[in-house]
């Protein structure tokens, strides 16, 4: 079956040397040792050039080059005193363009390859540092941020960071792969994001992919740049929230969603993706039928592969991770689907393939990389990119696992998605806990730790009852924040109050409390009616104890806690980094043959 490619469709996207105007080594590298395809050249005695896969005079030698490892230094050494980089800078003159990028897991192992060979000068360090733009982690109000992860028994930390891929049509060369012309300059959406989430112990990675379309609850956001403050709104797509004043909004959504503490994100757009793309060599997919997505009406991405597995890149990488006409049924879940089947494959192409250790292709991925980024500050300089790229590289590929959080449909008719209730609940509590989610981690025993704050007599706690019965499917339950603050009364504490306001919607019973000095009340009231200290919060969002009282406890007068064992929900399937087998279902309607 003949391969794909990109070299039909157009000018393949320019990678912008780092000799720039100023000729060979103004950066710190020799343009002089390589080829235009970036491949080192060896001069023979009598002057004439050949390249290390035996173009010109004479054969490769096989003196090959040093492939990058570890050992390497980061920082280019002899140079006297290291600089810090970092900066703002997006690149030429005039007026700083405002890209935002698409995330691909590919730019974060891609570090790991490119970073450590990056010592060819001073200058090229600076200049690549120059390239990264950074953006603050979280805009969201600080009060409602989640709790930082807490040390394992060894004292490793789990790390979390959000990958985010934006559908910005900010410049000339986005809008023209990202559509229509009335879309230029509007808000970037989020139309990617995916919880990475390693391991303490760097065993295992679980990565969790929300659906674009997923209606959420974004928080007040304050942009940075311009200081103008977005108040908090409820039941909007998640895609919205970048457009509320940056990535660090985002962040700030999911952590108000999972109450995990998201340490770093890192973004790339439309524009990025090609340039990875080609920088990386191609990434295998596979299809099980020939697929053209392309409707009459002007729907589709426009991909159009043979049945089996095609190497892709540039433009066709883009259509691929774009493409929700033609896959399965035509969701933006199969989007998801097809997104986790394309980073599985690189990450594996990118730990396989050798030709990475030639060092004039590895410049053209470092520049790639650097310039395709968008991260928080933390990140935001080379040998910081470097660091976290050797940790991820701790994590073998057959425990790397992917997949969708669990949803169901809004409403029938509104292909509107929502947390599913109880399972996505739990696979955000089996990152918190750091509990892999392919079930191979060692049993972990938790037992429920008493506050060292002692609670009031039972008839001085004050407490506010809350109906949270309401799903997506089922009407809140009418009067059960009353029959429960009665069932309160009748065990002694005699200042429970019902809240009679808008039933919410709360998938398993919490009791939530503001301050450590209530922590005790609220764990005698999780006592008193047999609720799991678990499911005991700390949170901003009350004034006092608060029970809500949830879809798992509709009706009766005794609370059965969900059974919890540490098991990943079957609603959650799961993509693994070691399946080469994988393949796109193709709908039947965008066959062409």
Same mark, same amino acid.
């Given at each position: 079956?003949?391969?794909?490619?990109?070299?039909?469709?157009?000018?393949?996207?320019?990678?912008?040397?780092?000799?720039?105007?100023?000729?060979?080594?103004?950066?710190?590298?020799?343009?002089?040792l390589?080829?235009?395809?970036g491949?080192?050249?060896?001069?023979?005695?009598?002057?004439?050039?050949?390249?290390?896969?035996g173009?010109?005079?004479?054969?490769?030698?096989?003196?090959? @080059?040093?492939?990058?490892?570890?050992?390497?230094?980061?920082?280019?050494?002899?140079?006297?005193?290291?600089?810090?980089?970092?900066?703002?800078? %997006?690149?030429?003159?005039?007026?700083?363009?405002?890209r935002?990028?698409?995330? %691909?897991?590919?730019?974060?192992?891609?570090?790991?390859?490119?970073?450590?060979?990056?010592g060819?000068?001073?200058?090229?360090?600076?200049?690549?540092?120059?390239?990264?733009?950074?953006?603050?982690?979280?805009?969201g109000?600080?009060?409602?941020r989640?709790?930082?992860?807490? =040390?394992?028994?060894?004292?490793?930390?789990?790390?979390?960071?959000?990958l985010?891929?934006?559908?910005?049509?900010?410049?000339?060369?986005?809008?023209?792969?990202?559509?229509?012309?009335?879309t230029?300059g509007?808000?970037?959406?989020?139309?990617?994001?995916?919880?990475?989430?390693?391991?303490?112990?760097?065993?295992?990675?679980?990565?969790?992919?929300?659906?674009?379309?997923?209606?959420?609850?974004?928080?007040k956001?304050?942009?940075?740049?311009?200081?103008?403050?977005?108040? =908090?709104?409820?039941?909007?797509?998640?895609?919205?929230?970048?457009?509320?004043?940056?990535? #660090?909004?985002?962040?700030?959504? *999911?952590?108000?969603?999972?109450?995990?503490?998201?340490?770093?994100?890192?973004?790339?757009?439309?524009?990025? @993706?090609?340039?990875?793309?080609?920088?990386i060599?191609?990434?295998?997919?596979?299809?099980?039928?020939?697929?053209?997505?392309?409707?009459?009406?002007?729907?589709?991405? #426009?991909?159009?592969?043979?049945?089996?597995?095609?190497?892709?890149?540039?433009?066709?990488?883009?259509?691929?991770?774009?493409t %929700?006409?033609?896959?399965e049924?035509?969701?933006?879940?199969?989007r998801?689907?097809?997104?986790?089947?394309?980073?599985?494959?690189?990450?594996?192409?990118?730990?396989?393939?050798?030709?990475?250790?030639?060092?004039?292709?590895?410049?053209?991925?470092?520049?790639? =990389?650097?310039? $395709?980024l968008? @991260?928080?500050?933390?990140?935001g300089?080379?040998?910081?990119?470097?660091?976290?790229?050797?940790?991820?590289?701790?994590?073998?590929?057959?425990r790397?696992?992917?997949?969708?959080?669990? *949803?169901?449909?809004?409403?029938?008719?509104?292909?509107?998605?929502?947390p599913?209730p109880?399972?996505?609940?739990?696979?955000?509590?089996?990152?918190?806990?750091?509990?892999?989610?392919?079930?191979?981690?060692?049993?972990?025993?938790?037992?429920?730790?008493?506050?060292?704050?002692?609670a009031a007599?039972?008839?001085?706690?004050?407490?506010?009852?809350?109906?949270?019965?309401?799903?997506?499917?089922l009407?809140?339950?009418?009067?059960r =924040?009353?029959?429960?603050?009665?069932?309160?009364?009748?065990?002694?504490?005699?200042?429970?109050?019902?809240?009679?306001?808008?039933a919410?919607?709360?998938?398993?019973?919490?009791?939530?409390?503001?301050? $450590?000095?209530?922590?005790?009340?609220?764990?005698?009231?999780?006592?008193?009616? #047999?609720?799991?200290?678990? $499911?005991?919060?700390?949170?901003?969002?009350?004034?006092?104890?608060?029970?809500?009282?949830?879809?798992?406890?509709?009706?009766?007068?005794?609370?059965?806690?969900?059974?919890?064992?540490?098991?990943?929900?079957?609603?959650?399937?799961?993509?693994?980094?070691?399946?080469?087998?994988?393949?796109?279902?193709?709908?039947?309607?965008?066959i062409?043959?």
């Amino acid at each position: 079956m003949a391969q794909s490619g990109v070299r039909g469709e157009g000018a393949r996207p320019r990678v912008r040397h780092a000799g720039g105007s100023g000729g060979a080594g103004a950066h710190g590298w020799d343009d002089s040792l390589y080829d235009e395809n970036g491949d080192p050249v060896h001069r023979v005695d009598d002057g004439s050039v050949r390249t290390a896969d035996g173009h010109g005079a004479g054969t490769a030698d096989g003196d090959g @080059v040093r492939a990058a490892d570890d050992t390497m230094p980061l920082k280019p050494q002899g140079h006297g005193r290291h600089g810090g980089g970092g900066g703002r800078r %997006r690149g030429g003159g005039g007026r700083p363009r405002r890209r935002r990028r698409i995330l %691909r897991w590919s730019a974060i192992v891609l570090a790991v390859l490119i970073l450590g060979t990056a010592g060819a000068g001073y200058l090229y360090y600076q200049h690549l540092n120059a390239n990264i733009k950074k953006k603050d982690l979280n805009i969201g109000d600080p009060k409602d941020r989640a709790a930082k992860s807490k =040390a394992n028994a060894a004292g490793q930390t789990p790390l979390n960071i959000l990958l985010i891929g934006s559908d910005a049509r900010d410049s000339t060369e986005n809008q023209k792969l990202g559509g229509a012309k009335d879309t230029f300059g509007t808000p970037a959406r989020a139309d990617v994001q995916m919880l990475l989430h390693v391991s303490a112990d760097r065993s295992n990675m679980s990565v969790v992919s929300m659906p674009r379309d997923t209606l959420v609850d974004i928080p007040k956001c304050t942009d940075p740049d311009t200081g103008k403050v977005y108040a =908090a709104e409820t039941n909007v797509m998640t895609n919205d929230s970048l457009g509320r004043g940056g990535p #660090g909004c985002t962040v700030a959504t *999911w952590e108000k969603l999972t109450d995990i503490h998201i340490d770093h994100f890192m973004m790339v757009d439309f524009s990025g @993706v090609v340039d990875m793309a080609d920088a990386i060599g191609g990434v295998p997919v596979c299809v099980d039928a020939n697929i053209y997505s392309h409707t009459s009406s002007g729907h589709g991405s #426009g991909l159009k592969l043979e049945k089996g597995t095609t190497s892709i890149k540039g433009k066709q990488a883009l259509q691929w991770l774009r493409t %929700r006409y033609g896959f399965e049924d035509d969701t933006d879940i199969a989007r998801t689907k097809a997104q986790h089947q394309y980073m599985n494959s690189m990450v594996r192409q990118l730990r396989e393939n050798a030709t990475l250790g030639n060092p004039g292709k590895l410049r053209k991925l470092a520049e790639t =990389a650097t310039t $395709a980024l968008t @991260v928080d500050d933390a990140l935001g300089t080379v040998t910081k990119l470097y660091d976290l790229s050797k940790e991820l590289k701790k994590v073998p590929t057959k425990r790397i696992s992917m997949t969708t959080m669990p *949803w169901e449909y809004a409403s029938p008719t509104s292909g509107r998605v929502v947390p599913k209730p109880t399972d996505a609940a739990k696979v955000w509590r089996l990152l918190r806990e750091d509990i892999a989610l392919d079930g191979k981690d060692k049993k972990k025993t938790t037992k429920d730790k008493a506050s060292s704050d002692p609670a009031a007599a039972d008839d001085a706690i004050a407490v506010q009852v809350q109906n949270g019965t309401r799903t997506s499917a089922l009407a809140p339950v009418s009067g059960r =924040a009353s029959a429960v603050t009665e069932l309160l009364v009748g065990k002694g504490f005699t200042q429970a109050k019902a809240d009679t306001t808008t039933a919410t919607t709360q998938a398993t019973t919490v009791i939530r409390y503001p301050s $450590a000095d209530l922590e005790g009340d609220a764990q005698r009231v999780a006592k008193s009616l #047999g609720i799991p200290f678990s $499911a005991v919060k700390k949170s901003t969002d009350v004034s006092g104890v608060t029970l809500v009282v949830g879809a798992d406890w509709r009706s009766g007068t005794t609370y059965t806690a969900p059974e919890d064992d540490d098991k990943t929900p079957a609603s959650a399937k799961l993509d693994k980094g070691t399946d080469t087998k994988a393949c796109m279902h193709v709908d039947p309607d965008y066959i062409w043959s």
